[in-house]
Antibody, heavy 124, light 107 residues
Framework: EVQLVESGGGLVQPGRSLRLSCAAS????????MHWVRQAPGKGLEWVSG????????GYADSVKGRFTISRDNAKNSLYLQMNSLRAEDTALYYC?????????????????WGQGTLVTVSS | DIQMTQSPSSVSASVGDRVTITCRAS??????LAWYQQKPGKAPKLLIY???SLQSGVPSRFSGSGSGTDFTLTISSLQPEDFATYYC?????????FGGGTKVEIK
């Protein structure tokens, strides 16, 4: 059974940093691209970032480019999102998600498994 | 960036109704389109990928069609468990983008 468990969310002041982690199990982690997708309270889905299976291809939404960094550790079956210079508009539930395509050259989806999310609240 | 526009933003329907949701891409994306269902408090669920391929385990009342810029998700006979919000997503290029969502409500 595929499991994606996010951690690291919480309340943080504007301008500060936070690092999210995602522990993956139930599939061959280093065969698949991974994503972070967020959802602000009462709003729709927003793709944040994606990383290919070998970290060779990485993409970011314009709204986080230059502030967020995605990374993965295939030896630890883990995905990360380093979030710097946080803003109030980054407040959201952050989902870790698995790409459906094996060995995809670019992490562009579709997404076939999602975690339950970790809540990030940016407020003073 | 490719913009994804869904319509309608909400629809009221009854059990047994046929429901159609459309998604338009701001530029051609071939068949690189997926549809997701999200229920309140839950993570999204993949329904359709490659515009018209049904994800394993998804009921056959769900179907997708289209290519290029115009796509459709159809629920042939709405069931009580189908009341949810539906999102399209283009998988053609970075950045990945989602449509704004369509909420299917009980009439």
């Amino acid at each position: 059974e595929v499991q994606l468990v996010e951690s690291g969310g919480g309340l943080v002041q504007p301008g500060r940093s936070l690092r999210l982690s995602c522990a993956a199990s139930g599939f061959t982690f280093d065969d698949y691209a991974m994503h972070w997708v967020r959802q602000a309270p009462g709003k729709g889905l927003e793709w944040v970032s994606g990383i290919s299976w070998n970290s060779g291809s990485i993409g970011y939404a314009d709204s986080v480019k230059g502030r967020f960094t995605i990374s993965r550790d295939n030896a630890k079956n883990s995905l990360y999102l380093q979030m710097n210079s946080l803003r109030a508009e980054d407040t959201a539930l952050y989902y870790c998600a698995k790409d459906a395509r094996i060995a995809a050259r670019h992490p562009s989806g579709p997404i076939d498994y999602w975690g339950q999310g970790t809540l990030v609240t940016v407020s003073s | 960036d490719i913009q994804m526009t869904q319509s309608p933003s909400s629809v009221s329907a009854s059990v047994g109704d046929r429901v159609t949701i459309t998604c338009r891409a701001s530029q051609g994306i071939s068949s690189w389109l997926a549809w997701y269902q999200q229920k309140p408090g839950k993570a999204p669920k993949l329904l359709i990928y490659a515009a018209s391929s049904l994800q394993s385990g998804v009921p056959s009342r769900f179907s997708g069609s289209g290519s290029g810029t115009d796509f459709t998700l159809t629920i042939s006979s709405l069931q009580p468990e189908d009341f949810a919000t539906y999102y399209c997503q283009q998988a053609n290029s970075f950045p990945v983008t989602f449509g704004g969502g369509t909420k299917v409500e009980i009439k």
